[in-house]
């Protein structure tokens, strides 16, 4: 409802984005609604109308008869059809007014129906339709106002001025530059609603991947733990009875934190735009990190500090570590990494190390993983790169701005 407002120095914003009722259109494939209440009242006041100008005419114009009532009703009643077959409408009551007007029947509201008509046709792009309509009725006017008339009702009729003509050429040309607007401001309408709807669907889909990021990373570490976690036990079970405790324990610590981590996940889908209950995690988790790691037998070293970092950049710290350990885990015979954290400049470098050697092809991750880690540095003006290092084994380098991005900052 915001846009309809009147903005200051602006025009309303009806005006700059269409009436509410354009938002609901009748649908691809679905015949044009039929304008019965328009039509009725249209045919109503031309009608009256009509009377009334007949009774300022008397004695100037012919009289209404029957046939003039008829051919009222036949200009107004095509108007029903304006919006299924615009330019057979247009030229139709052009043409039905023709004769009412050669008739000599009185000028009124009967001119309405054709400038509804030629309204109709332009905006539905049959421009060239309702000039034609439109100078073929004036080229009739022309016709009985100046040669014909001696010949038609009314007797004793004169020619017609000249400036009469000018006038309702004048006329003429409006009625056709009000529809050209009003196409001009339907067409404008219709890009803004796509350009709407499109702007609406790429946040769903940017939505969409974040969640689809988020579950896979949360996913991925805890599940690598798990099978970790229940080989160790399985292999210890019959031999080693507290070790086996220690693996199970540690597999319910990591099913519980990544259930409530996909229940955070999951929550925003049911209340969007809903405060989250919990914190997102950053940097600061860390130790967690490191903790689960040397569950799953992989000793981690961390080197430097992280800086003080805005929300996005320090979710993103967190998953790129999260996703890069989790990766040495599955994929890597190496038992050691280390994770350096520096700043250099106004950004966060992150590199995460492991000696190898790899136990797949798909060493280091070919998959989502390395794929969502590059979604979210560049989301924050950031950069990974990830590959196999000179000496053996994988690295994982990551660049993150410290400040925030403009988005983020215009969205607080």
């Known amino acids: 409802m915001e846009e309809q407002r009147v903005s200051p120095g602006g025009p309303p914003g009806w005006w700059r984005h269409g009436p509410p009722w354009?938002?609901?259109?009748?649908?691809?494939?679905?015949?044009?609604?039929?304008?019965?209440r328009t039509t009725a009242l249209l045919t109503a006041f031309v009608l009256l109308g009509s009377q009334f100008a007949a009774r300022g005419q008397e004695g100037e114009?012919?009289?209404?008869d029957p046939f003039a009532r008829v051919l009222l009703l036949v200009a107004a009643g095509q108007l029903l059809w304006r919006h299924r077959h615009p330019r057979a409408v247009v030229f139709g009551t052009a043409a039905t007014v023709a004769v009412y007007l050669g008739a000599g029947y009185p000028y009124g509201p009967v001119l309405l129906t054709v400038a509804v008509a030629c309204f109709g046709a332009v905006v539905a792009g049959h421009r060239k339709a309702a000039w034609a309509a439109l100078g073929t009725l004036w080229a009739a006017h022309v016709l009985v106002a100046h040669w014909l008339y001696r010949w038609l009702p009314p007797s004793g009729d004169a020619p017609a001025s000249w400036a009469q003509e000018a006038v309702v050429a004048t006329w003429v040309v409006a009625i056709v530059a009000l529809a050209e607007l009003a196409r001009a401001r339907r067409e404008q309408w219709a890009r803004e609603r796509a350009e709407r709807a499109q702007a609406a669907?790429?946040?769903?889909?940017?939505?969409?991947l974040r969640i689809a990021r988020e579950l896979h990373d949360v996913l991925a570490h805890s599940l690598s733990v798990i099978n970790v976690q229940a080989g160790v036990g399985l292999a210890l079970l019959d031999t080693d009875l507290e070790q086996a405790r220690t693996a199970l324990t540690t597999i319910k610590g990591a099913s519980k934190e990544a259930l409530g981590e996909?229940?955070?996940?999951?929550e925003t889908l049911r209340a969007p735009g809903a405060a989250p209950r919990a914190p997102a995690p950053g940097l600061d988790r860390l130790p967690e990190l490191v903790e689960a790691a040397a569950d799953a037998g992989l000793t981690v070293r961390v080197e430097?500090?992280?800086p003080?970092?805005?929300?996005?950049?320090?979710?993103?710290?967190?998953?790129v570590v999260q996703?890069?350990?989790?990766?040495?885990?599955?994929?890597?015979?190496?038992?050691?990494?280390?994770?350096?954290?520096?700043?250099?400049?106004?950004?966060?470098?992150?590199?995460?190390?492991?000696?190898?050697?790899a136990t797949g092809a798909d060493a280091g991750g070919g998959g989502n993983g390395l794929a969502g880690m590059r979604e979210r540095a560049a989301a924050l003006g950031g950069t990974i790169e990830a590959g196999p290092r000179p000496g053996g084994g994988f690295r994982v380098d990551?660049?993150?701005?410290?400040?925030?991005?403009r988005h983020e900052e215009e969205d607080r």
């Open 22 to 36: 354009r938002d609901r259109p009748d649908g691809p494939g679905r015949p044009a609604r039929w304008p019965w």
């Open 61 to 64: 114009r012919a009289a209404l």
């Open 201 to 208: 669907e790429r946040r769903a889909d940017e939505e969409r």
């Open 262 to 266: 996909v229940r955070q996940v999951l």
């Open 304 to 306: 430097g500090t992280a």
């Open 308 to 319: 003080r970092l805005p929300p996005a950049a320090d979710l993103a710290a967190f998953r």
């Open 323 to 357: 996703e890069a350990l989790t990766n040495v885990v599955r994929h890597s015979g190496s038992r050691h990494a280390r994770v350096r954290l520096a700043r250099e400049g106004g950004a966060l470098r992150l590199r995460i190390d492991d000696d190898g050697p």
């Open 398 to 405: 990551a660049v993150l701005p410290l400040s925030a991005p």
